[in-house]
């Protein structure tokens, strides 16, 4: 699931934008604007780093501010861990393979392993 976090104008109840701005987060999945303050926001800029909105990104994508620098690292991390189980798997696979070559009544050759 991926997150989208943008400000948009603050609209009244006829859809006209009232020059007043706000932070929200929308997935591609649900497609719902998830409003991240209460206030109404003077400018975009304002809006964009308002601290309730960035501990509220952080509440629901998970990820500060939601950029991609970000994410990068999530998955960084994600990949280091998935190659750290990879290198365990193989380990324990070569154990295995030891082991069969071992206990094999076939082997004429002393195990060097
Ligand atoms: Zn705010």
């Given at each position: 699931m991926a997150w989208n976090v943008q400000v948009l104008e603050i609209?009244?109840?006829h859809g006209h934008g009232i020059d007043k701005y706000r932070k929200v987060a929308n997935s591609d999945d649900e497609g719902e604007l998830h409003p991240l303050c209460e206030h109404q926001h003077d400018s975009i800029d304002e809006a964009?780093?308002?601290?309730?909105?960035?501990a509220k990104t952080v509440e629901i994508t998970g990820i500060p501010d939601g950029s991609n620098a970000d994410r990068a690292a999530m998955l960084e991390a994600e990949a280091e861990q998935m190659l750290t189980e990879a290198a365990q798997l193989k380990d324990?696979?070569?154990?295995?393979?030891?082991?069969?070559?071992?206990t094999d009544s076939s082997a004429i050759a002393p195990s060097l392993w």
């Open positions: 609209t009244d109840e964009n780093h308002c601290p309730e909105a960035l324990q696979h070569k154990a295995s393979n030891t082991w069969n070559r071992d």
